[in-house]
């Protein structure tokens, strides 16, 4: 019997004192405990204990028979499994452990049941399950065996298209320390931090807002060089006075739950950056505003009080996003791999490929088709449960 364990599970109502009772049985019987693993749903709990004996230990019947009769005490049922040792470490070393993410305004038992099947169908075992919402059923993580012969990117891939089907957003993560010791988000400005596209409301004011919303819509789909459709678009803004500017800042909408975002990542300790294709005008002041640690974006030349038409200095595209970001994470000490970053446009997907997690958020359709994660959730807290934080823990945190 040396070379065989044994799975012990127990279901019963949960109270105090359960697992003092059956951890001393097992320590009196000199048995070891190789594996545990506890979970309450609602008042019911399952508790499951894989054991083992020394070398040169047999006899596992009298351990079993107090364990049945503590159990009926506890008014708990009590079944068991042997299991082969050596076929239990060659499953443990040849699968990779991954957690997967659901999110939306519902995960159903039709959600589940779709996501479920598709896992199965590639050999993919479900090892736990854990809700991060209370009420309604809005996040739940699935930790995942998978077997290392998995083609893991066109799982994903199947996945995130089977979400945007079902109205949810799906991203599976290497579970690991890296995934929740993350130190350091980058975010993009317009339309990620903020609603709107500050250029285009600049426009309007000027008078040119059809002209440069062609302009944009066309830059972040990827159709027009960002640092060309820039300059264009900045030249039409020539002569808006500076008071255009602060009505806009004042009247900014920020994303639902972006200020949430940034109070609990500074809570807890993270470094916040936001890289703007903007202007520094705008970044400079919700730096200031948000306690944010860094701001960059294009400086907009503004001379005796009205917009000169021109940008000084070099201009913040993709490329030099994803520069940014790599050299805050430097000055900080932090590793690429503790790096979030958050953007919705094409001048992004640079920065997001750089990070150890590089969300799309309500992105354009290409963007979508090439980020590693995206999300459409109306509020950009809901980042926050990529990182395994529950509902309740970020309202004890937003206290």
Request: no cysteine; net charge negative; proline share 3%.
């Given at each position: 019997m040396n070379n065989k364990m044994v799975l012990i599970t127990l279901i019963g109502p949960d109270r105090p004192g359960i697992l003092a009772a059956m951890t001393g049985c097992i320590a009196a019987a000199g048995a070891r405990i190789r594996d545990i693993e506890q979970s309450v749903t609602h008042t019911l709990m399952l508790l499951s204990l894989l054991i083992d004996f020394p070398?040169?230990?047999?006899?596992?019947?009298?351990?079993?028979?107090?364990?049945?009769?503590?159990?009926?005490?506890?008014?708990?049922?009590?079944?068991?499994?042997?299991?082969?040792?050596?076929?239990?470490?060659?499953?443990?070393?040849?699968?990779?452990?991954?957690?997967?993410t659901m999110l939306g305004d519902r995960v159903d038992a039709g959600v589940l049941n779709h996501v479920a099947a598709m896992l199965a169908g590639s050999r993919i075992n479900i090892d736990r399950i854990n809700k991060l919402t209370r009420g309604q059923l809005r996040c739940v993580e699935f930790f995942l065996n998978v077997p290392d012969d998995t083609d893991l990117k066109g799982m994903t891939r199947q996945l995130l298209t089977a979400g945007?089907?079902?109205?949810?957003?799906?991203?599976?993560?290497?579970?690991?320390?890296?995934?929740?010791?993350k130190r350091l988000v980058v975010l993009d400005m317009d339309s990620t931090l903020i609603q709107i596209e500050v250029i285009d409301e600049l426009a309007r004011l000027a008078g040119v807002g059809d002209a440069v919303a062609a302009i944009t819509e066309q830059a972040m789909n990827g159709e027009l060089d960002f640092q060309q459709a820039l300059r264009e678009r900045v030249r039409l803004l020539e002569g808006l006075q500076v008071e255009a500017l602060e009505r806009v800042y004042r009247e900014l909408p920020f994303t639902p739950g972006a200020k949430t975002l940034i109070r609990i990542l500074r809570r807890l300790g993270f470094r916040t950056a936001v890289i703007s294709g903007g202007f520094d005008f705008f970044t400079n002041r919700l730096k200031a505003e948000l306690g944010l640690d860094y701001a960059y974006a294009n400086a907009l030349e503004i001379a005796d009080g009205h917009v000169t038409g021109q940008v000084c200095g070099a201009i913040v595209d993709g490329r030099r996003k994803a520069d940014l970001l790599v050299e805050i994470a430097e000055r900080e000490g932090i590793a690429l791999s503790q790096v979030i970053a958050i953007g919705d446009g094409a001048n992004d997907l640079p920065m997001l490929g750089r990070a150890g997690l590089g969300i799309a958020f309500n992105a354009k359709a290409r963007v979508r088709e090439q980020a590693d994660y995206h999300i459409n959730q109306r509020s950009l807290d809901s980042i926050l449960y990529l990182l395994g934080i529950a509902e309740w823990e970020i309202a004890e945190l937003d206290r």
């Open positions: 070398p040169g230990d047999t006899d596992q019947k009298p351990l079993l028979k107090d364990l049945l009769f503590l159990a009926k005490e506890q008014g708990l049922e009590l079944d068991f499994e042997v299991i082969d040792a050596a076929e239990y470490e060659k499953m443990q070393s040849s699968r990779y452990g991954y957690v997967l945007g089907g079902l109205g949810v957003d799906i991203a599976i993560q290497k579970e690991n320390l890296y995934r929740r010791a």
